[in-house]
């Protein structure tokens, strides 16, 4: 069992994925993301997991299982879970939020919806972890949790145990498609007048929207 240590700051530069502050399971949704240069997908590669982890290592519980110290470079076989349940939030997430968008993003093959169901119930049990009382001194009793699976595991249960909270708790109805330009991200709403995942999406999509309204006049105007 490894011992539990504080999170740390990192000083490893972010990501290329965004992290917009979303939770956790919409950010690790938003591992593929699209630009001018189409489509991206950071779980392309074990190198592009292990980016994320440390972009995200400062948002885990920071005294719950184990050290993130030193995250190993995920393996083959992680790599391939993680894509798992990445693809099926994104399958429910779709599913949740009417997403009509013609890239989704999804590169696993989740073909139905139970099929996603079981890959995030087959997740949320990879690493299972269970409380322990620890009574340190002055500092009186405290809960921490354990478990016997690798730091890496861990996080890959921990996300999926946040999808299965964000799906059946309230945050469900508040979660969102962008529909911006070329915008392939979701994100949960925040406020009732929020319809980006960013400003910058925002910005692109009433610069593309005053675009449409100007061509359309210019073409009246030569008709």
């Known amino acids: 069992m490894e011992s539990i240590r504080p999170v740390t700051s990192d000083p490893t530069p972010p990501t290329a994925a965004p ?4 939770p956790l399971p919409v950010e ?7 630009d001018r240069d189409g489509v991206h997908d950071e779980l392309a590669h074990p190198e592009g997991l292990a980016a994320w982890l440390r972009g995200v290592r400062s948002r885990l519980p920071a005294a719950e299982g184990l050290s993130f110290a030193r995250l190993p470079e995920p393996s083959a076989d ?4 993680f ?9 429910l997430a779709a599913v949740t939020t009417g ?7 999804t590169v696993s093959g989740v073909a139905s919806d139970a099929a996603a ?3 995030v119930n087959e997740c949320c049990a990879y690493a299972p972890s269970w409380s322990a009382l620890e009574w340190t001194g002055d500092d009186g009793p405290t809960r921490t949790a354990a478990t016997n699976d690798t730091a890496t595991a861990w996080i890959l249960s921990r996300v999926a145990e946040d999808g299965v909270r964000l799906f059946a708790g309230p945050g469900r109805t508040e979660l969102r498609a962008c529909h911006g330009p ?3 991200l979701y994100f949960v709403r925040s406020h009732p007048r ?4 960013s400003a910058d999406c925002g910005n692109r999509a009433r610069v593309a929207r005053h675009y449409r309204r100007h061509r359309g006049t210019d073409e009246s105007a030569k008709a």
Do not use: K
Request: aromatic share 8%.
């Open 194 to 197: 929020r319809e980006w995942c």
């Open 78 to 81: 992680e790599l391939r879970r």
């Open 83 to 91: 894509r798992q349940l990445r693809d099926a939030l994104r399958h």
């Open 117 to 119: 169901v079981a890959a």
């Open 28 to 34: 690790f949704m938003n591992t593929i993301w699209a």
């Open 99 to 105: 997403d009509s968008r013609d890239s989704r993003g």
């Open 182 to 184: 070329r915008c392939v």
């Open 19 to 22: 992290l917009l502050g979303e």
